[in-house]
Structure formats: C-alpha cells, structure tokens
C-alpha cells in the first residue's frame, strides 16, 4: 500500500466505534478497510486501493498496563503506515476511568510514540448528537438532550458510568498531562489559528468544543492545518473524521459522497446481545413483535463453570428457530433492570469472557445454517464476540445514515465467514426497527 496515498490511519477502543469511523469515512468518499489484527502484507496488499485503514481494539474495556502492552505495538504498527492523521477512537459519551478503558493513558502512549508533541482532542459530533460546548459534553436521548452526568444511561453506565460532563476535569483523573481548551467563542475569533498554535505550544492536549456543522467546519480546518506541524495524532470520537471530511471535500482531496446500492432482505437473520442498553431493549422488543424468535440467555451460566452447557443449550435454541425459517435474537438481557453486571464483576475477566460466548453461539449458528446476514449487539460484547468468527477485515456494505454509527459490513476471511455480511451496534446506537431495517437490507 503507497503510504503516501493515506489519508487516515485509526485505532478503535472497541469494536462499533472502529465500524463507527470507517461509516463515517465511507459516506465522505473515503475508501476505508478495518482489520481485525495487524494484517501480513498479503492481507494489506488487497486493501491497496483504501485511503484509510483501521485496527480495530478492545481498549475501551482494558486496564492501563493492558494499554501499555497491546496499544504501544499497535500504534508503532499504525505510524509505520506513515497517514496524514492517525487517529486513537473513542467513544462519543467519553465514559472511561482511571481503571478501565482510560483515555488520558491511551493519549500518553500515543503521544510518546507520535513524538512528544500537542494532542488534538476532538468530542462532538452533531451527526450522532453529540456536542461539547465550554469543555461539556451533551448528548441525546430519546428526543432529548442531557449533560452527560445527568444522561439517563451514560451516568449509569455498569463499568464507567459518566459523573462529570467537563471533559478535561473527568481527563484530569486519568492522566498528568496539561490541557487546554478551544472553546466556542475561540472558534469564532478571527485569530482562530494563532490562538490554536498558542495553546498547542503551551498544553499536552487541546480540546476542541464542537456544538454544531459550522464549529465542527472549523475544527477540521484545524486539524487538517497543523497536521502537518508534528500534531498529526489525534484522539476523540467520529466526530474527528466528519470535521476532517467536510476540509478534505472542502479542498477537493475526497469526493465528499459515496453511493451504496441496499442489498436487500434475507429470509433470516441471527442476532446475539450482550447489552443492558434501554435501547436494545427497545430493538429487541420490536423485533419480537415483528416476526423474530428470542431466546433468553443466562449470563451467569454463560461465565460461570460448565458454561459450555449453557452455549450448547442456546446453541440449539437458536438453530431450531432458524430452521423454521425464523429469524432469532439470542441475548443477556432486557433492559437495565435485567443487568447482572455486580454479579458478573465478582468473576476476573467476566466481561470479556461473555462476548466470547456470544461469539461461539453466533459462529455456530452461521455455520451450520449457512447464514448469510448476522448482528451482535452491544460495544464491549461485539469487540470480544468477533474474535470468535475468524474475521480478518472489514468493510461498508450499507451505512445506515438513519441510525449512523452501526453499519452493515462485509466480512473477509476464511471459509464461510469470506463474504457475510454483519452489523455490530452499540447499546446507545439505532432505531427501534433496527434488527428488521438489517434483515430487509435497506
């Protein structure tokens, strides 16, 4: 792959942020491929054609010395491509803490191994209704609009509930390293870029608010503008590689929009959930009363001793109602009253060992019904569940600009698995007909 042809290089914290970014860069015109580990050179070699190129990680559910171990090869990996930007991708909501999926940590390797200088930190993303404003962070729920601690769902998270909506304070927790902020009377001054430079030079990372299209115009003339000054690592959300798309379209360096022909329905489809999210609650219900099977599962004896019972149990579950003809969902839970987290939490590597579950009863139920379509829902759990399907990349078959953040893939790998088609949806992530508009392909 001719570096000189990367626009983007990226590293997601977990698995539907990494599908997150490459949406989003496909939509802007970007070609962009998602490997699941660090590809040979064969691997990389048919991707040659791309302008990004994404690892996707688990950070978002690591500890720090995890970081330090798998992040620092990652990343060495990532600057060996030598993109214009290399981007570390985090969640939109921020949620993070000093023990699991730590940010400021993820910046520090980042930095030391990018080169020591300024770190751009962008947030906000208006396409997913996120925003900062004044280093706050608000996002939406239902039609509605919270400041992230007071966020129904994100100040309840089970693993790192929100507490503090001023992103460099909840920062200030993780990390040593000085911040500053571009507010949003600062991106309106004339002297935007001397101000920008200023605080570059006097502060390890720089926050950039980001309320709406136009300050979200602004930043990506920023970023694009110091890249090239040493400051080409950037962390934040998608909501970097939107304000990034709207300067490269701006500059004539990316088309801006792409075309994607739906793919139309299948006759079934398999889900597996591991979210305790109010709105997989909500997807899950509608399908139910729309033609889908569920199976419930019990996430306790799916992590506990003699777990492989359990996975035989939905395992058969799940194939018997595929074999009708019928379309299955298989999850953990029904809500957040239904979350067993406390519980799960008591067993080392519980969470982790979940996904995997998950990701057993899905690669089973492909393969001996020759599925072509499957989704796993919820963040932590797709991140660890695909790891069990033996997928080395992925790629856009069908972004879904009505609920963006959760596209349709295709899969590439060996055996059955080259060509399926799978959509990884995090909890907070969707319409309500989220499992049926997957399944109808449009």
């Known amino acids: ?33 998602l490997f699941m580990r660090r590809p040979d050179q064969s691997m990389l070699a048919r991707f ?22 798998n992040l620092t090869p990652a990343f060495e990996w990532l600057r060996s491509l ?46 997913l209704k996120r925003y900062t404003a004044f280093g706050n962070l608000f996002a939406a729920f239902r039609g509605a609009y919270f400041r992230i601690d007071r966020h129904p769902v994100m100040s309840r998270h089970p693993v790192t509930p929100m507490d503090e909506a001023d992103l460099l304070v909840h920062l200030s927790r993780q990390s040593n390293l000085s911040s500053g ?23 390890d990372i720089v926050l950039f608010d980001v309320d709406g299209r136009e300050t979200q115009k602004r930043v990506g003339e920023q970023l694009w503008r110091i890249h090239g000054k040493g400051h080409g690592f950037v962390v934040g959300s998608s909501g970097a590689e939107y304000a990034l798309l709207a300067e490269w379209a701006a500059k004539g360096i990316v088309s801006g929009h792409a075309a994607f022909a739906p793919p139309g329905p299948v006759d079934r489809l398999a889900v597996v959930s591991g979210s305790v999210s109010p709105t997989t609650e909500k997807q899950i219900r509608h399908a139910l009363a729309h033609g889908f099977d569920g199976v419930e599962m019990d996430a306790m004896r799916l992590v506990s001793e003699g777990s492989g019972e359990a996975i035989e149990q939905a395992v058969a579950a799940g194939l018997a109602s595929l074999a009708r003809g019928r379309s299955v969902i298989l999850y953990t839970a029904l809500g957040p009253q239904a979350d067993r987290g406390a ?49 080395d ?50």
């Open 343 to 391: 519980e799960i939490d008591r067993i080392e590597g519980a969470r982790n060992a979940l996904g995997r579950a998950l990701g057993t009863i899905l690669r089973r139920l492909i393969a001996e019904q020759k599925l072509k379509r499957a989704v796993i829902a919820g963040g932590d759990t797709s991140s660890h569940a695909l790891g069990q399907l033996a997928i």
């Open 181 to 203: 902020l571009i507010d949003l009377a600062t991106l309106q001054a004339d002297d935007l870029a001397q101000a920008v430079d200023r605080l570059l030079q006097d502060k």
């Open 1 to 33: 792959m001719a570096a000189r042809n990367l626009l983007l290089s990226y590293y997601g914290d977990d698995l539907t942020g990494s599908t997150d970014v490459m949406e989003a860069l496909e939509l802007g015109g970007v070609p962009t491929v």
């Open 82 to 127: 030598d993109a214009a930007i290399c981007h570390y991708k985090i969640c939109s909501t921020f949620d993070s803490s000093p023990a699991v999926g730590n940010i400021g940590r993820a910046t520090e390797i980042g930095r030391r191994i990018f080169g020591g200088a300024s770190v751009p930190m962008v947030v906000g993303a208006p396409q």
């Open 48 to 69: 040659s054609h791309c302008r990004a190129v994404g690892l996707a990680g688990t950070s978002r559910s690591e500890t720090p010395q995890w970081m330090e171990e």
């Open 393 to 442: 990349a992925l790629t856009v078959r069908m972004p879904l600009p009505q609920s963006p953040g959760s596209p349709l893939c295709v899969a590439h790998g060996g055996g059955a698995i080259d060509g399926l088609e799978i959509a990884l949806k995090g909890g907070q992530v969707g319409t309500d007909a989220y499992f049926e508009t997957i399944r109808l392909g449009g």
